[in-house]
């Protein structure tokens, strides 16, 4: 073909007949050959004819009329194979001149299920290409058919607008938090993959784009040929080769096709080759996936009900990564919310939970450097380590460096919540809830911005004086949030140990706490070093913390036995809320390690383990689900 027509011309010969049949064009580019005697010429003008006839048609939504033969009056019957109805034929723009220079290609559902993008990021320490979800996928291919028409392409909000992709450039930039950019890749053509694998790889863009303008070839040229589809090892049906990535394309048969090195392939070795397949469907087939959630682990395309910003601790200055913790803890909770005992919305996504990073300290100077000026320079590791984590907390009870802790958090949490509200316009409308979730000193920060919002907002409306804003402990201007929080988590928290400190005693933080106008759940690990209690502090009776290390297995067991008892009545399971009266009015909730292992053993972990911990992601998503139903 190529060598009978201009390439822009085959190009729009095969828009037009994926627009005409999207689930059968090459059988029906086969047959129009076939019935000419192989004429491109000859055929090309018979498709131009049917096509216009479409078009004719097409302004009324009226069918076109049986075709007995060729429009024009030329060439042989032309039976259409499988030719949708005119009812259920998707809308085609209007006109369609094929071989025109703005023919825009058109891409059935079939070719799109056909392409999976893929997105590249560290993960542990290693460059690893992941895919995205089917939601997101579709998007960008449609907006990447977009590019090829010559239109103007916007950016792509994917991954629940946690990154918005440009198309053209190949590239995805994070919203939320700062992070490299991230390559993102088009695959239609992969490595065929062993039974023993977990995820397929898709080939380079160049390597796929010649795979398939010569597949596409040889598939014409097959009709007819059994040779095509039975031929051998020892005889190959065709080489292709890639001198700029050395390689060598090799079609033994129209279903089989290896990738190998140039060299490997002029000397006939098989060598390092790898088989390769056209389509995710195909390429999937061959996938064990025990989750059996291939390629939908990165689907967050759900609404949101319930929005959770997460406060660091101390040390983030040294590890600049917090955004990777979040993503566990939002791994984790998908994952409980994938069992189902919080309902058939939050099972489904479609009333998901979000789970954001708030990074306070990143943009900090504070000491402007002073501090490392006075570091000696020996033991240097362990003194850099001491500055980036221990200082945090010296800066935080420092009345000189604490207001520009308290304006850098209020500031992230509102420039976050801007920029959620901005991507989920309708939130506030569908009844969404806001919490927010500190872990360690952002905890400490978070308990005394939110205990200040009811006298910020007395103050705004000039119902008190500012002086009520001084306590005993940092003194402050707070600034004021741009929305309200339903719930306080605190994760491995010190404010029990801070409160003490500022002078509180037993029953004396009961009126701080009702400031807070939101509900407080302190949640640790038993052998975090860091972690105190709060109940003590409020007038609440002796009691031993809430465990939650039998959450999940609580819940199992009320599951099944509702299950039984409804199946004894014959009547459907209803959603179930794991609320248990013991917990209402608690505030200390405590996890224990699984194993038996010496405290001190697990102490070293324990202040860093709530991320990938489901007992906690349930208590959450309990506690979210209450207040949601």
């Keep these: 073909i190529e060598s009978q027509m201009d390439p822009n011309t085959l190009q729009a010969a095969m828009d037009t007949l994926r627009a005409i049949f999207p689930t059968n064009s090459q059988e029906f580019l086969a047959q129009v050959l076939e019935q000419n005697n192989n004429d491109v010429s000859a055929a090309i003008d018979q498709i131009v004819a049917y096509n216009a006839v479409e078009n004719a048609a097409a302004p009324t939504q009226q069918a076109a009329p049986p075709m007995t033969g060729s429009p024009l009056g030329a060439g042989p019957v032309l039976s259409a194979p499988n030719r949708p109805s005119e009812s259920s034929r998707p809308p085609r723009p209007q006109p369609s001149r094929l071989g025109a220079a703005a023919s825009a290609p058109q891409v059935s559902a079939a070719e799109i299920e056909d392409v999976r993008w893929f997105f590249e990021r560290e993960i542990e320490g290693k460059m690893t290409r992941q895919p995205f979800c089917s939601h997101d996928s579709h998007k960008l291919e449609m907006a990447n058919v977009a590019l090829r028409r010559g239109e103007a392409c916007q950016p792509v909000s994917v991954h629940g607008g946690h990154f918005d992709i440009d198309v053209a450039a190949r590239t995805g930039h994070a919203v939320y938090w700062p992070e490299p950019v991230i390559p993102v890749f088009r695959g239609l053509w992969f490595e065929k993959i062993a ?359 609580r819940d199992v067991l009320s599951l099944l036995q509702r299950f039984a008892i409804a199946r004894a009545a014959d009547q459907p399971v209803e959603p179930y809320c794991p609320f248990d009266a013991a917990m209402a009015g608690r505030v200390d909730f405590t996890m224990k390690p699984d194993l038996s292992l010496h405290e001190y053993l697990t102490a070293m972990d324990a202040h860093t383990s709530y991320w990938t911990s489901r007992d906690l992601a349930a208590l959450l998503l309990h506690q979210v689900y209450h207040s949601l139903y």
């Excluded at 097959?222 to 190959?236: D, H, I, L, S, Y």
């Excluded at 079609?251 to 000397?267: F, G, V």
């Excluded at 080759?273 to 995710?280: A, L, M, S």
């Excluded at 407080?520 to 002796?542: K, T």
Aim: glycine share 8%; net charge neutral.
């Design 195 to 553: 039974r023993d694998r977990h995820s397929c790889m898709p080939c380079s863009e160049l390597i796929s784009d010649a795979a398939e303008a010569v597949h596409a070839r040889l598939l014409v040229e097959a009709v007819g040929k059994p040779q095509f589809r039975n031929g051998t090892f020892e005889n190959p049906l065709h080489r292709h080769y890639l001198d700029k990535l050395k390689k060598c394309l090799i079609w033994y048969n129209i279903n089989t096709i290896h990738c190998a090195s140039t060299a490997e392939s002029m000397a006939g070795m098989l060598g390092d080759t790898y088989e390769i397949v056209r389509g995710y469907r195909a390429a999937r087939s061959g996938i064990v996936d025990p989750s059996g959630q291939l390629g939908e682990s990165h689907c967050h395309c759900g609404s949101v009900r319930h929005l959770v910003l997460v406060a660091h601790g101390i040390g983030q200055a040294l590890e600049g990564s917090f955004h990777k913790s979040v993503e566990k803890l939002r791994a984790t909770a998908h994952s409980v919310a994938e069992t189902g005992r919080f309902g058939p919305q939050l099972r489904a996504g479609s009333h998901r939970v979000e789970f954001l990073p708030i990074q306070w300290r990143s943009s900090l100077v504070l000491d402007e450097g002073t501090i490392k000026a006075l570091t000696l320079p020996n033991l240097e590791a362990l003194r850099n380590g001491l500055n980036s984590t221990i200082l945090d907390v010296l800066f935080f009870t420092s009345p000189v460096f604490c207001q520009e802790i308290f304006d850098s958090i209020v500031a992230e949490m509102n420039r976050v919540y801007d920029c959620f509200i901005a991507r989920h316009p309708h939130f506030w409308e569908n009844g969404g809830q806001i919490s927010v979730l500190g872990h360690s000193l952002g905890s400490v920060i978070s308990f005394d911005v939110l205990s200040n919002q009811k006298k910020i907002a007395a103050l705004r409306e000039g119902t008190v004086t500012p002086n009520v804003l001084v306590n005993s402990g940092p003194s402050p201007i707070y600034g004021e949030l741009h929305f309200p929080v339903k719930t306080l988590f605190c994760l491995g928290s010190p404010l029990g140990l801070f409160l003490a400190m500022r002078g509180y005693r037993a029953g004396q933080v009961n009126a701080q706490f009702a400031d807070l106008k939101c509900r407080l759940l302190n949640i640790f690990h038993s052998h975090d070093p860091v972690a105190y209690r709060l109940e003590p502090l409020l007038n609440m009776p002796p009691a031993e913390p809430v465990s939650v290390n039998s959450f999940a297995k």
